[in-house]
């Protein structure tokens, strides 16, 4: 169904007296308690932002957006919508059955009718979705990682949307959108999807893009989930907040997006623009790497710079928005004013503040010139990165049992707090089963809900800029990565891999473990009978064999010095 720019787009919202007959019916349903990435996808289905989806993906329309983008009736659709769940949960349900979707306070927001259950190919999706089961896709991770093993699909009947307490009146759904470009008699809009601050460049380029299309320009920022690591939106929406004013009154707006990305790259052009669509929009810039996940585990790019501008190009007319092609700007430095680099006068200077570089200059509080980008903007910045030798951050030491973590860590917590200036916290392996963790044994689960507690409070104490030291075993490497990604949205991240050997830990044996375990008597003891995966990517490796405690400690001090986290 064809759906003209400025009408109201189908909302999967019930009534409100069939709200009150679902929300009274509700407790008798199974209940779910959606994932924060479940919750955002929820928001966009019901307020039409992903029309014509009716629901979660049933397994046919799955089927079909894995193999070629389309779902069982051959719309266009790149990107799987899945409701993924538990087993456990999954066993509680039945084709037919009526569930709950509930928000993480256990508000139902939706009723949904399960029309189909299935287990996944989950490497199949990495590989045809995101065009490689590699890890190192923050996607794929998600996927292989977080997302429960079944899927459920169906039709979704909307009570009441998701509620958000912050910057209300810059969220907007796709009919609010659309009645707005209407009132304001806005025929052409170009949007601008963006996960990062804006900085001169981008405004150059945006007001560009709007006068290339002869078009009004809708700054439409993704605040849903982006890729671990980036700004927080808090701190972005500020930022675009005070990018909006330099705009020519009355040519631009700003609307937050609450939608979950996927860094997918060209298929996620493509759906970016598909949701675009839905709200009102006619023309989209699609950029250099559009929503690039990075760097793969072999350290190429996971796709070529180009690849999202071909794929939305070829489907421009079925997606139904305009692609503009994203011109990389620069400053020049002669002619004092931004150009496209492919326009550059002969001769002259230009100058450009790589992301990196801008990242260094923000941690080592360097001076960010106004050309780059404006004042209101960089004191945003500044005032959620400080200095880094001013950041909490969290080392994590891992290792077998009796490798020396526990020693090592006592030691360096001694000499950060003979230094000073922030709170130091020791979360030790031992210390923590007694406190936080005393009801958990050494199975697989239980050992990862251990290692996420820790990465939790770990990750409180960073955003609150303390110092974390972690001691424990953590001898799973997806865990390993699931805490560092809960840290590093706060500050840094430093693995401590502690590589004594099984065989000298063996014969150090200070607690007599390593005997009783040999005797069957200590069952799933890592090392033994149980696994640690190496850590491969860890910041500091120490080898302990032979060599003094201090001398240990002191490597990871010079470590976070290089890492300008505290000052020599
Ligand atoms: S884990 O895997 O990270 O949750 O382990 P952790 O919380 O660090 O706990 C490890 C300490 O518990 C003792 N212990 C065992 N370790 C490994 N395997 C088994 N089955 C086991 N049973 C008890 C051991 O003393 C560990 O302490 P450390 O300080 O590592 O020697």
């Given at each position: 169904?064809?759906?003209?720019?400025?009408?109201?787009?189908?909302?999967l919202?019930?009534?409100?007296?069939?709200?009150?007959?679902?929300?009274?019916?509700?407790?008798?349903?199974?209940?779910?308690?959606?994932?924060?990435?479940?919750?955002?996808?929820?928001?966009?289905?019901?307020?039409?932002?992903?029309?014509?989806?009716?629901?979660?993906l049933?397994?046919?329309?799955?089927?079909?957006?894995?193999?070629?983008?389309?779902?069982?009736?051959?719309?266009?659709?790149?990107?799987?919508?899945?409701?993924?769940?538990?087993?456990?949960?999954?066993?509680?349900?039945?084709?037919?059955?009526?569930i709950?979707?509930?928000?993480?306070?256990?508000?139902?927001l939706?009723?949904?009718?399960?029309?189909?259950?299935?287990?996944?190919?989950?490497?199949?999706?990495?590989?045809?979705?995101?065009?490689?089961?590699?890890?190192?896709?923050?996607?794929?991770n998600?996927?292989?990682?977080?997302?429960?093993?079944?899927?459920?699909?169906?039709?979704?009947?909307?009570?009441?949307?998701?509620?958000?307490?912050?910057?209300?009146?810059?969220?907007?759904?796709?009919?609010?959108?659309?009645?707005?470009?209407?009132?304001?008699?806005?025929?052409?809009?170009?949007?601008?999807?963006?996960?990062?601050?804006?900085?001169?460049?981008?405004q150059?380029?945006?007001?560009?893009?709007?006068?290339?299309?002869?078009?009004?320009?809708?700054?439409?920022?993704?605040?849903?989930?982006?890729?671990?690591?980036?700004?927080?939106?808090?701190?972005?929406?500020?930022?675009?907040?005070?990018?909006?004013?330099k705009?020519?009154?009355?040519?631009?707006?700003?609307?937050?997006l609450?939608?979950?990305?996927?860094?997918?790259?060209?298929?996620e052009?493509?759906?970016?623009?598909?949701?675009?669509?839905?709200?009102?929009?006619?023309?989209?810039?699609?950029?250099?790497?559009?929503?690039?996940?990075?760097?793969n585990?072999?350290?190429?790019?996971?796709?070529?710079?180009?690849?999202?501008?071909?794929?939305?190009?070829?489907?421009?007319?079925?997606?139904?928005?305009?692609?503009?092609?994203?011109?990389?700007?620069?400053?020049?430095?002669?002619?004092?004013?931004?150009?496209?680099?492919?326009?550059?006068?002969?001769?002259?200077?230009?100058?450009?503040?790589?992301?990196?570089?801008?990242?260094?200059?923000?941690?080592?509080?360097?001076?960010?010139?106004?050309?780059?980008?404006?004042?209101?903007?960089?004191?945003?910045?500044?005032?959620?990165?400080?200095?880094?030798?001013?950041?909490?951050?969290?080392?994590?030491?891992?290792?077998?049992?009796?490798?020396?973590?526990?020693?090592?860590?006592?030691?360096?917590?001694?000499?950060?707090?003979?230094?000073?200036?922030?709170?130091?916290?020791?979360?030790d392996?031992?210390?923590?089963?007694?406190?936080?963790s005393?009801?958990?044994?050494?199975?697989?689960?239980?050992?990862?809900?251990?290692?996420?507690?820790?990465?939790?409070?770990?990750?409180?104490?960073?955003?609150?800029?303390?110092?974390?030291?972690?001691?424990?075993?953590?001898?799973?490497?997806?865990t390993?990565?699931?805490?560092?990604?809960?840290?590093?949205?706060?500050?840094?991240?430093?693995?401590?891999?502690?590589?004594?050997?099984?065989?000298?830990?063996?014969?150090?044996?200070?607690?007599?473990?390593?005997?009783?375990?040999?005797?069957?008597?200590?069952?799933e003891?890592?090392?033994?009978?149980?696994?640690?995966?190496?850590?491969?990517?860890?910041?500091?490796?120490?080898?302990?064999?032979?060599?003094?405690?201090?001398?240990?400690?002191?490597?990871?001090?010079?470590?976070?010095?290089?890492?300008?986290?505290?000052?020599?």
């Amino acid at each position: 169904m064809k759906i003209s720019s400025h009408a109201p787009i189908p909302e999967l919202f019930v009534p409100e007296a069939e709200a009150e007959r679902l929300k009274n019916a509700a407790g008798d349903m199974p209940s779910w308690d959606l994932t924060a990435r479940q919750a955002c996808d929820l928001e966009l289905l019901m307020n039409g932002g992903f029309f014509p989806l009716q629901g979660f993906l049933t397994e046919a329309d799955y089927n079909g957006v894995v193999e070629n983008m389309r779902l069982a009736d051959g719309t266009l659709w790149p990107m799987p919508v899945t409701l993924d769940v538990s087993e456990k949960f999954a066993g509680s349900v039945t084709h037919g059955s009526q569930i709950a979707l509930r928000d993480a306070e256990g508000v139902i927001l939706a009723v949904m009718t399960v029309s189909d259950k299935w287990t996944p190919d989950k490497a199949k999706e990495a590989i045809k979705v995101f065009g490689a089961d590699d890890q190192a896709h923050p996607a794929v991770n998600y996927l292989h990682n977080i997302a429960g093993p079944v899927y459920l699909g169906g039709k979704i009947e909307g009570l009441q949307a998701p509620v958000h307490y912050d910057f209300k009146a810059r969220r907007d759904t796709p009919n609010e959108l659309r009645a707005y470009f209407k009132k304001l008699g806005w025929e052409k809009v170009v949007a601008f999807q963006t996960r990062n601050p804006l900085h001169r460049a981008h405004q150059e380029l945006t007001f560009r893009a709007a006068r290339e299309a002869q078009a009004n320009l809708l700054i439409h920022p993704t605040v849903g989930m982006t890729k671990p690591g980036d700004v927080d939106h808090f701190t972005r929406v500020r930022c675009y907040e005070a990018v909006i004013d330099k705009y020519p009154a009355s040519t631009t707006t700003m609307s937050l997006l609450g939608l979950a990305m996927r860094m997918g790259g060209p298929r996620e052009a493509v759906w970016h623009g598909l949701i675009r669509k839905n709200h009102g929009v006619t023309h989209f810039i699609v950029g250099r790497d559009h929503a690039g996940p990075g760097k793969n585990s072999q350290g190429q790019d996971f796709y070529g710079p180009y690849d999202a501008q071909a794929l939305f190009k070829s489907l421009e007319d079925e997606i139904g928005v305009k692609m503009v092609d994203f011109k990389h700007m620069v400053y020049v430095q002669e002619k004092a004013q931004y150009y496209p680099a492919n326009e550059v006068p002969e001769g002259c200077t230009v100058l450009d503040i790589s992301g990196t570089e801008l990242r260094r200059r923000l941690r080592e509080g360097l001076d960010i010139p106004e050309w780059f980008s404006f004042p209101e903007v960089v004191a945003q910045l500044r005032k959620t990165s400080p200095a880094r030798d001013k950041q909490g951050f969290t080392v994590f030491f891992t290792g077998l049992s009796g490798s020396g973590k526990s020693t090592i860590a006592n030691a360096l917590m001694v000499k950060l707090m003979e230094m000073g200036g922030r709170p130091t916290t020791l979360l030790d392996g031992d210390v923590v089963r007694k406190h936080l963790s005393s009801e958990l044994g050494f199975s697989k689960e239980h050992r990862d809900i251990n290692i996420r507690r820790i990465g939790y409070v770990a990750s409180e104490i960073t955003k609150n800029g303390g110092i974390a030291i972690c001691a424990p075993i953590a001898p799973y490497t997806a865990t390993r990565r699931a805490v560092r990604e809960m840290v590093e949205a706060y500050g840094a991240f430093i693995e401590v891999h502690v590589a004594t050997s099984v065989e000298d830990c063996e014969k150090r044996d200070r607690k007599g473990l390593y005997k009783l375990a040999r005797e069957g008597k200590i069952k799933e003891f890592t090392g033994i009978s149980d696994p640690y995966e190496v850590p491969v990517n860890a910041e500091l490796v120490l080898q302990t064999t032979g060599i003094e405690v201090d001398h240990c400690a002191h490597q990871v001090i010079l470590k976070l010095e290089s890492m300008g986290l505290i000052k020599g």
